[in-house]
């Protein structure tokens, strides 16, 4: 009884839609059939025959998959050092680096992005006035295929970066210091002390950290929008932002539901991956 209004919410805003997805997925929902569903046609497997045929799915599950192999992990990675560092007993206003770090997280994506396209500018961008001192020409950052995508991730670990290693944070802060200690007696240096201590301990952290990271990679749409439209020539074109073109821009709604149906089974193929990797790790 206690738990049936939360279970109410869960129905309503979570089982119905996604099984309204999946089941608009078999057919050819469109403009025309919101102002009459009598215009919905049953197609079956189509939209997904038509997926598979596409070039554009292709590159965006491309560029999806380049975003959370190299963005995911370097996101972690940042996290992780920046959290380690806070946490370092010689640190001092740990307060002032934890709210700094944290700020940009809670930044509006569009200042960001006013921010970073003056940064990445070809000719007056802070950027490539450094790299010039360093004798390296300057680089066209979101107008060219080669490095838009590099450019998005710099912008996504430095934007959202700060919520993780607020966990790192809290995992960092429940290890006691007894290990470290017992380790220090032992001879272990800072390294054998991280490596041993503060990595096997994190191992829960590590869980959760991976996963949202890995859902929240697959599921970027923020940025390459914001600041690219998915250009230049589809270089940054994910899957989420091509199933909002297909949707919200042609009306293929159906075809929309289709690739929100394949990002759902990447998304619980990834996190059920994770999860199997732990439970290895930890036997």
Do not use: C
């Amino acid at each position: 009884m206690f738990v049936t209004p939360a279970l109410v919410l869960i129905g309503v805003f979570f089982v119905i839609p996604v099984i309204s997805v999946f089941l608009l997925s078999f057919t050819d929902f469109d403009i025309y059939s919101i102002g009459d569903v009598a215009n919905t046609r049953f197609v079956g497997l189509g939209n997904y025959r038509a997926l598979v045929a596409s070039p554009l799915f292709w590159t965006a599950l491309r560029n999806t998959a380049y975003y959370v192999a190299v963005g995911g992990p370097l996101s972690v990675a940042v996290s992780l050092a920046a959290a380690v560092l806070i946490n370092a007993r010689l640190t001092r206003w740990k307060p002032f680096f934890r709210s700094a770090y944290f700020a940009p997280w809670v930044t509006t994506l569009v200042a960001v992005a006013l921010v970073w396209r003056y940064v990445y500018h070809p000719q007056y961008g802070p950027l490539n006035a450094a790299l010039g001192v360093l004798g390296i020409g300057p680089i066209d950052w979101l107008g060219s295929p080669r490095w838009a995508m590099p450019a998005i991730i710099l912008v996504s670990v430095w934007k959202n970066f700060g919520y993780n290693m607020l966990v790192f944070l809290a995992g960092l802060q429940l290890i006691p210091d007894d290990l470290y200690e017992a380790a220090e007696l032992d001879g272990a240096g800072a390294w054998h002390r991280f490596r041993h201590v503060t990595v096997p301990m994190l191992g829960p952290t590590f869980l959760f950290v991976g996963v949202v990271t890995m859902i929240a990679a697959v599921q970027i749409f923020s940025e390459p929008y914001v600041m690219t439209q998915g250009g230049p020539l589809k270089s940054t074109l994910t899957l989420v932002l091509f199933m909002y073109e297909q949707g919200f821009r042609w009306w293929r709604l159906g075809f929309a539901a289709a690739i929100a149906v394949v990002l759902f089974l990447l998304t619980l193929l990834g996190t059920l991956l994770q999860l199997r990797l732990r439970r290895e790790r930890a036997a």
